[in-house]
């Protein structure tokens, strides 16, 4: 009888997604058992004893670690870990809260006061605040530069840098990053390096086979995939994580198992549902570059995208969101949100249900209109993160609120809702 599979199974990534690295359990239930406890008995002081001294002989199948406490273990969330470890080619995970958990997790257990962090612009708006607001209470300088400038992130450098942090793509304008030029540059100074790859997923990019340190990912988005669940990952040789792992064990910023379980089923479908949103958002993307309502595009499967080549040359394929701006003003853009039947107004992306975010009034209204020009964030900017519904009823229905806000401008614009 097969037992639990190899550590680091040669497959595809649709067979991973569904088998990989799978501890034992001592059910042999086919689906990962939902352990939903807080804690662990022992039944006598010698076991608990054994446990201190030598766990390893506690463990409840192969592969499946003996815990104490839900706040430093659980089955079920180290099922998700492997399962996700292997997806990534990784040799660890670690499954936090929620992305957030997992950016701030990384980068207060990297970080101490007097380093310095450089940061690429266009990074998601929390990771962004957290790194420019937060950290510097704590005493670590950050600097911000801009996507693929390398002479501007050199020129950052100084003797104190430790982490270089970035995403990609990146949101909402899906900027690719020259990975190999990124990781020489770390590598030349000695700086260690966490990428953001949530838009990505494992599918797209495998930053750690480019040499990159820690992968962190919004599970949230693709990886659960069902908009019905929050969870985080960071992934990275088993050594680098240890802190990590401590320190979770301290902010408590764990995922609980439940969502452990949630995860692991989402996870099965991972590369149908990716390629499905992908193949959909490449024909969605060319149809509205070619429509005349739309003002711009950014996708980077199109030519046109400012990181076309580097995305070529990066990523295995282009991902499920595109993001344009409408030939108008905000109210273009809420007509169109307006109109559309299929998409739902919401932030997040990367589920089943395709979602649509007019970016200014969504994410970005509490900026003045300044800072939402200098994050080249226009009234018009739509951000649609694209599900598996039927790639054709998608279209015919971005056709039709299309034809809305083109008939809106042809009776001339209203007033702006909010400041312009
Ligand atoms: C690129 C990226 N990283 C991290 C996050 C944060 O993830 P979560 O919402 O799971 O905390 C997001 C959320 O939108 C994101 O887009």
């Known amino acids: 009888m097969p037992g639990p599979t190899p550590a680091a199974p040669a497959w595809n990534d649709a067979t991973t997604a569904v088998h990989g690295r799978r501890g034992d359990n001592p059910y042999a239930a086919v689906a990962e058992p939902l352990v939903a406890t807080a804690t662990y008995y022992f039944r006598d002081s010698q076991e608990l004893r054994t446990f201190r001294t030598a766990p390893e002989a506690l463990a409840p199948a192969p592969g499946v670690a003996r815990q104490e406490y839900g706040r430093y273990g659980n089955p079920t969330v180290q099922a998700a870990e492997a399962r996700l470890a292997a997806l990534e080619g990784a040799e660890d995970a670690l ?28 990074a998601y708006r929390r990771t962004r605040q957290w790194a420019q607001e937060w950290l510097p209470r704590w005493g670590v300088a950050v600097s911000v530069v801009p996507l693929n400038d390398f002479a501007a992130l050199e020129r950052a450098i100084t003797p104190r840098t430790r982490v270089l942090f970035s995403e990609t793509p990146t949101n909402p304008f899906l900027r690719v990053l020259d990975l190999p030029r990124w990781v020489e540059l770390a590598r030349a100074y000695g700086l260690t390096t966490v990428l953001d790859t949530t838009f990505a997923t494992p599918l797209h990019l495998r930053p750690l086979a480019w040499g990159v340190d820690y992968v962190v990912h919004s599970a949230t988005k693709y990886l659960a995939g069902h908009h019905d669940l929050l969870a985080g990952a960071v992934l990275g040789r088993r050594d680098a994580l240890e802190p990590l792992r401590a320190l979770q ?9 439940q969502v452990a379980h949630q995860l692991l089923r ?5 590369p149908l549902r990716v390629r499905q949103q992908t193949a959909t958002a490449a024909r969605v993307a060319r149809f509205l ?3 005349p309502a739309v003002e711009r ?37 809420l007509t169109f949100v307006d109109a559309l039947r299929i998409p739902l107004m919401a932030p997040s992306l990367g589920g089943v249900e395709t979602l649509v975010s007019p970016v200014a009034l969504m994410s970005f209204d509490a900026y003045t209109p300044e800072e939402r020009a200098a994050l080249g964030i226009r009234d ?22 299309l034809a809305r806000v083109a008939a809106r401008v042809r009776v001339g614009a209203r007033q702006p809702l909010v400041s312009a």
């Open 95 to 122: 499954l936090t809260a929620s992305g957030m958990a997992a950016v701030t997790l990384t980068l207060l257990a990297l970080l101490r006061q007097g380093d310095h962090l450089i940061i690429t612009d266009d």
């Open 380 to 401: 018009s900017l739509i951000r649609l993160a694209v599900g598996i519904e039927d790639a054709d009823d998608l279209l015919a229905d971005l056709e039709q609120a």
């Open 249 to 257: 064990g301290t902010l408590g910023a764990i995922a609980a198992p």
């Open 297 to 333: 595009v950014w996708y980077p499967g199109l030519p046109s995208h400012p990181d076309h080549g580097v995305a070529r040359r990066v990523l295995r394929d282009f991902g499920g969101v595109v993001t344009f701006t409408l030939r108008g003003d905000l109210e273009a853009a």
């Open 266 to 270: 989402g996870l099965k479908t991972l």
């Open 289 to 291: 570059e070619g429509h």
